[in-house]
């Protein structure tokens, strides 16, 4: 790994570049499958999934029966600790609704928010040697506790023109029957416009390799809303030498196998601690299966080491890291400090991967540098916050002239009328009420 | 108008067309544009200002004098408004606020959320004929109670390469005293990459012109986050027989006075609403000074018939509308039924420019049928959530076991070691502790 001691601030921006994504290259083949899938509805989907999967899908809806043939297919241990996983992750994003919003902001003009479900949501889960059953948990239970009315699922067939069943039976759990086998380009065009067989959503969540990614940004463009720009998976480090070497050495690998494009930083104030996780690296490395992955990874990554506290907490937040893992003795200090991370992990005894399965918390964070202006995928993704008022005639009489100065000084004559004439119509029924009396 | 009878589902979507928004053709302008400003920083900026805005601006940010001279060129009683308006917002955007939310989902393993700041924003103001301070109102208040470290202002200067006074006045009522004379693409792009002058910014806000709009679309491409998409303004009114035709009518030009592709619509269940408001239109429009723009809006927007409640709230359903005007008897009924708006107005007494202004609700707002799947700005625009957990040993005793089985079964092997690892110690330190009792 790439050792750089006390690095001045002029080469932190160097120092802390991610991988370049460019997806400028790609935009043509995402156009041409959107375009087809457009106009050619289930035929296209039919014919990108021959050619990318290599598998000829007739009916790409999940019958009821291969549903419900996927529990006996997955073993009681795994099917055990799903629900365990479940549980927290239901916990902790039920802990994040909230109530509605309501108050009188002057007399007589009543204002709230309410927030709605958004009532069609597709979730992409990527196929390939990961079934990534976790990420069918940790998008479709908070979809279920925000109440989205239509939640379908995504995932590419393997070459037999199935899905593993790991994750066609966390998706039934979560109470998803609208599974489609269709993946990559093509099932986020057939989510976007939607086809006979796979309906229109209006946001699309969900991981994916780079051709995903631009197809999720793609979708944008046809007035689709995606959960969050996406790159590789990071994992940033900041440790004095009360952690523990072995501990950070398998965290920081645990991040580097899931690409060779992943980025893994340890920042410390321990120069021994620094040199100790160098060599531990090695030695994890070494016993891993995925050693060419993670090798790869590693190879791009960086221990730094740093004077104190304060330029640790600095580098972080100029990096913005998608993972970030404290073990410090000064752990209040980075908490109080951070201020760009996806989510945080504290202390010896809590791995970065606790949180890719069961802690509760989403996995699905900001990569990229994000972490300074994106949330991670939370109750909210889920969810879109309406505004309502209403106001009283005497509210209306308080109110309207400071609405009628504001709207002739913008120019907009409309808009001050829409006052005005509601203003004359309450003093005239004022002035007859008077009259009478 | 054009006025529409108990439409069949199968024309909804048709009906509910909006005007086409085609970034595609000004897109080689705003890459232009983009990459001269990346390459030549405030140069290009003075360049396009010139070219854009005809007027040469040397160092387009506004000096101290010129901000301390602004409240002096604003009337008592728009400063009143102002700040009236201003009370209402804080009010609102106030209320907004959360505490953490934290909870131990299993024992041992905490897990909290916290909304942090997102450090530098930038928000941009359309110049042009009507100066929309309003628009800083809205844009720069919860900024400022969400925390945000860094808050720049973007306006294009007028002809004489001054800024509008009640602009001014009002940023630096809002506490913001970085504000650029500079628009258009080229601000937005000084915005993303930073300049000498501009700072480059981590989120921008604010409505604009079709230029603007492609602008901040294309800004998402290096990293930064936006608002929301933004398209012309709408408005649809749904109302009964109780409603006052002239205030619908105030309120449908109102809205039809914002621009030509402008859409406003009414759907109602009273034939003769329908045709009272129909013929008050064409009155009032008559006397509006902006009654070219106004009158184009009208020519494109419609009158529509429905035959009983439900099928009204299906379809505002379906349209998703930026701003609903309910004014009904059963307004009950569609306060339960309505799931697609951006903003609520409700009530005979309620017009849509109060919350255009001063109610305290947010005026930017989803269009386009974004309300399926975007909120407003509201306070966590402005913030991002970050989630934390800290698991004790005992409690990882108790989840590792989860993790590890979930870990193996996705072939994360190094996933699962960071949790056996620290399994292993645990349990030696156990056993080493038994040894000695």
Redesign the interface.
Known sequence: MNKIFAPSKEIWSDLLQRPIQDFEAIEETVRGVFLQVRRDGDAALQRFTREFDKVDIQDCRLSESEIAEAPALVSP??KK??Q??K??IE??HK??Q?ER?A?E??PG?Y?W?EK????KIGLYIPGG??????SVLMLAVPAAIAGCEEVILCSPPDASGRLHP?IVYTASLCGINQIYKAGGIQAIAAMTFGTKTVPKV??IFGPGNQFVTAAKQWA?RY???IDM?AGPSELLVVADETA?P??VA??L??Q???GADSQVLLVTTSEALLERVSLEVEV?LDK???KDI?GKAIANSRLIWVKDQQTAADLVNAYGPEHLIVCSQREEFY?EN?????????????????????????HTL?T?????????V?L?SY???????????S??MN?G???E???E???????????S??LE??RATLKQELGKS
Do not use: W
């Not at 709605?116 to 009532?119: F, L």
């Not at 969810?383 to 209403?390: N, P």
């Not at 000084?409 to 006052?419: D, F, S």
């Open positions: 241990s795994l600790a799903i365990q996983a549980d927290n916990k902790f802990a994040q909230t919003i108050l902001t002057s003009v204002c928010q709605k479900p958004i009532e040697s990961a079934p990534l059953f976790s790991a209006y946001k944008t007035g689709l809303a720009p523990d072995v501990f398998s965290d690998l645990s580097a196998e899931h994890q891993l299966p995925r993670a908490l951070i201020r760009n991370a996806g989510s945080v992990f504290i202390g010896n005894y809590t791995p970065e991967s606790a949180g890719d399965y069961a802690s509760g918390t989403n900001p990229n540098g994000y972490a300074r202006q994106f949330s991670g939370n909210d969810l879109k916050s309406i505004t309502y008022q209403k106001i009283s005639e509210g209306l109110l002239p400071v609405i100065i504001m709207a000084a913008e120019g907009l004559q409309a808009h001050k009328n829409a006052v004439l509601r119509k309450i």
